[in-house]
Nanobody
Framework: VQLQASGGGLVQPGGSLRLSCAAS????????IGWFRQAPGKEREGVSC????????LYRDSVRGRFTISRDKDKNTVSLQMNSLEPEDTAIYYC?????????????????WGQGTLVTVSS
């Protein structure tokens, strides 16, 4: 399984970015893709995830209402639209995938990880 994350960059507070995660190398009918982030000196935390089966989603409280996750099943691609970005959103963002139906923001649930993309929110 391969995951390719892209879309990170430098943005001012209040700005927007759109991250994409392209998944390949599997033939599962059902899977979940999650976005995680790790800020300097902090533990990795789950941001959002989405199920391929029915589009069910989860968001961590601090991003709900600002971030929107979506999927393109035909392309095995998941996007994370991030609006109203705050300096506290600065981190390396990773996408990860697991086979199955259960949506979770627990990182131990995911089997394969992408390389990460850096998001910096600063004026």
């Amino acid at each position: 399984v391969q995951l390719q994350a892209s879309g990170g960059g430098l943005v001012q507070p209040g700005g927007s970015l759109r991250l994409s995660c392209a998944a390949s190398g599997f033939t599962w009918d059902y899977y979940v893709i999650g976005w995680f982030r790790q800020a300097p000196g902090k533990e990795r935390e789950g941001v959002s995830c989405i199920a391929s089966s029915d589009g069910s989603t989860l968001y961590r409280d601090s991003v709900r209402g600002r971030f929107t996750i979506s999927r393109d099943k035909d392309k095995n691609t998941v996007s994370l639209q991030m609006n109203s970005l705050e300096p506290e959103d600065t981190a390396i963002y990773y996408c990860a995938i697991t086979r199955g139906l259960l949506i979770s923001l627990q990182d131990h649930y995911y089997d394969d990880w992408g390389q990460g993309t850096l998001v910096t929110v600063s004026s």
